[in-house]
């Protein structure tokens, strides 16, 4: 059978103002992918760390539908904006991100 599945991230944000100036990249690589050696096969998420969806309806997709024995790695990158002014500093972020999966 196939038994297609989708997932979604979503995570709990917070911090003291620094999560609106953190740039996060979630990338998927191809099935089968591992994170030795990583390679991008779609990107699932690109914008502010603060505006990441809270639950799994405003959670990015991975776009491809996974079967329950396929497996792929996500790689994320956080990058300062360049553009924030120094009155940040001392200023925090946290994040629980949050994997969910339901058949599709």
Request: net charge negative.
């Given at each position: ?11 709990v944000i917070g911090g003291t103002g620094l999560e609106n100036d953190l740039d996060l ?80």
């Amino acid at each position: 059978m196939n038994d297609q599945r989708l997932v979604k991230l979503y995570g709990v944000i917070g911090g003291t103002g620094l999560e609106n100036d953190l740039d996060l990249r979630v990338d998927r690589s191809a099935a089968g992918g591992t994170c030795a050696g990583f390679s991008s096969a779609a990107n699932v998420y690109t914008g502010l760390l603060s505006d990441l969806g809270a639950d799994y309806a405003n959670g990015a997709s991975s776009l491809v539908p996974l079967t329950t024995s396929e497996t792929v790695a996500y790689e994320f990158t956080v990058t300062l904006d360049p553009n924030t002014d120094t009155a940040e500093q001392g200023n925090t972020a946290t994040a629980d991100f949050f994997w969910e999966v339901r058949t599709a």
